[in-house]
T-cell receptor, first 119, second 115 residues
Framework: DTEVTQTPKHLVMGMTNKKSLKCEQH?????MYWYKQKAKKPPELMFV???????INESVPSRFSPECPNSSLLNLHLHALQPEDSALYLC??????????????????FGSGTRLTVV | KQEVTQIPAALSVPEGENLVLNCSFT??????LQWFRQDPGKGLTSLLL?????REQTSGRLNASLDKSSGRSTLYIAASQPGDSATYLC??????????????FGTGTRLQVTL
């Protein structure tokens, strides 16, 4: 299995709703990422998990709450979002490696994304 | 702070042309550089990965080169087809300690191949 699977593909939610985005991979990758992408812009990093621990939070508002319950799953819990949070949310995974020779060999695998619309 | 720029921002070519997409980065301390393709509203598909010690990688009609010292990479697409129409993104992985690090993406090149 060489895929990152994201569900749902589309989500429409109101500003008072609570919803969750799900990401799953079975490649044995121990680093997982959430990115946010607005139209015609490159992806922007939100969170990084390494060995199921949060290692990077790019100053994301608390209405976004990540969770990594095990090495294969990554969730993004959403609460009280604003219309400007509407975007494509991408999950990615990679080998969690140290050392120049090892880390250089491996890239990132992205999922197909969740298109989120906040109304 | 690493900055990655892609030129041109948009490109429209007739089918069959060979074309070159450019990617420039400001900090040469990288593990590798990855080229992605993104169709509208979809996720990123990895095309090629070039390690910092490599000069080029090839996959089918695609060839990517890397000149780390000058901070440049190019993606060469041979005999372009309408199905190649998409946005192409380059991304660099920084040479940092730790087991996970953030990719820095380029600004993207939107390619349209016409019949």
């Amino acid at each position: 299995d060489t895929e990152v699977t994201q569900t749902p593909k589309h989500l429409v939610m109101g500003m008072t709703n609570k919803k969750s985005l799900k990401c799953e991979q079975h490649m044995g990758h121990r680093a997982m990422y959430w990115y946010k992408q607005k139209a015609k812009k490159p992806p922007e990093l939100m969170f990084v998990y390494s060995y199921e621990k949060l290692s990077i939070n790019e100053s994301v508002p608390s209405r976004f709450s990540p969770e990594c319950p095990n090495s294969s799953l990554l969730n993004l819990h959403l609460h009280a979002l604003q219309p400007e949070d509407s975007a494509l949310y991408l999950c990615a995974s990679s080998q969690a490696l140290t050392g120049r020779e090892l880390a250089a060999n491996y890239g990132y695998t992205f999922g197909s994304g969740t298109r989120l619309t906040v109304v | 702070k690493q900055e990655v720029t892609q030129i041109p921002a948009a490109l429209s070519v007739p089918e069959g042309e060979n074309l070159v997409l450019n990617c420039s980065f400001t900090d040469s301390a990288i593990y590798n550089l990855q080229w992605f393709r993104q169709d509208p509203g979809k996720g990123l598909t990895s095309l090629l990965l070039i390690q910092s010690s490599q000069r080029e990688q090839t996959s089918g009609r695609l060839n990517a080169s890397l000149d780390k010292s000058s901070g440049r990479s190019t993606l060469y697409i041979a005999a372009s087809q309408p199905g190649d129409s998409a946005t192409y993104l380059c991304a660099v992985r920084p040479l940092l300690a730790g087991t996970a690090s953030k990719l820095t993406f380029g600004t993207g090149t939107r390619l349209q191949v016409t019949l």
